[in-house]
């Protein structure tokens, strides 16, 4: 068996047992391809919810400005990020249900107006270097599902012959680097090796799983019609977002 690191998930080895079987084979590949499918959609579909800190900012400072200059009128606005436009249909939503008393209200434009005021003014610029949580999520689920499928470790380091060189292990481990560089160019083999150090702190004495973080993968359709996730979550109602746009 091979050494144990006192970091290392529980259930792996460096020696695992791998089936021989080839129609299990087959399967166990075609599982790992589709999740691995999923991984970089949902990662891609972060990146446009999300976006960066400096178009966060310079959208912000044009909702804000929406709160005090009129907009020209016949002037051609600018529909606002996914992520502004979430805050902005739950907040609309909210005062549009405290001022009439019903949950199945429409929304109007002064709850709107409300709205922007609302969170124009509670939302700060990003002042530092955002910690890359879209990257940092999807690393450590796709080194959940490496381990899952290979019964190995995710093994990082920081030195290589006592020089300072960011790498990943040879065999496995590489994986990860591999498919980050195709999924997100500006990502440093520095900043993947520091995500799954902290990882690997994480999970040290219990086992990660795909499914925790990324629970929507496999929904289905239940009998009464609502979407069932494979980690038995019920998405039952939709809410779309508020069309919102801003001069």
């Not at 907009?71 to 992520?83: F, K």
């Not at 380091?157 to 680097?177: K, L, M």
């Amino acid at each position: 068996m091979g050494r144990r690191r006192p970091n290392d998930p529980v259930g792996l080895s460096d020696e695992s047992v791998c089936t021989t079987d080839p129609r299990r084979q087959a399967e166990l590949l075609a599982e790992y391809i589709r999740r691995r499918a999923y991984v970089a959609e949902s990662y891609h579909t972060g990146k446009v919810l999300y976006g960066d800190a400096r178009e966060f900012n310079r959208l912000l400072g044009r909702l804000r400005a929406a709160t005090t200059i009129r907009p020209i009128e016949g002037e051609q606005g600018a529909r606002l990020p996914p992520m502004l436009e979430i805050a902005l249909s739950i907040s609309g939503l909210r005062f549009a249900r405290e001022r009439t008393g019903d949950c199945d209200c429409l929304v109007s434009c002064e709850d709107m107006a409300k709205a922007r005021m609302h969170i124009a003014d509670r939302l700060s610029p990003i002042g530092h270097r955002p910690r890359a949580h879209n990257l940092r999520h999807h690393v450590k689920g796709f080194m959940a599902l490496i381990q899952k499928f290979s019964g190995k470790p995710v093994i990082p380091r920081r030195y290589r012959n006592s020089v300072y060189d960011p790498h990943f292990a040879p065999g496995i481990s590489e994986i990860v680097p591999s498919f980050f560089r195709g999924l997100e160019p500006s990502a440093t083999i520095g900043q993947l090796v520091k995500i799954a150090e902290d990882a690997r702190k994480e999970w040290a004495g219990r086992q990660p799983r795909f499914i925790e973080y990324f629970p929507g993968y496999g929904l289905h359709l239940g009998p009464d019609g609502s979407l069932i996730s494979a980690a038995g979550i019920t998405v039952a109602k939709f809410e779309p977002n508020i069309p919102t746009y801003f001069h």
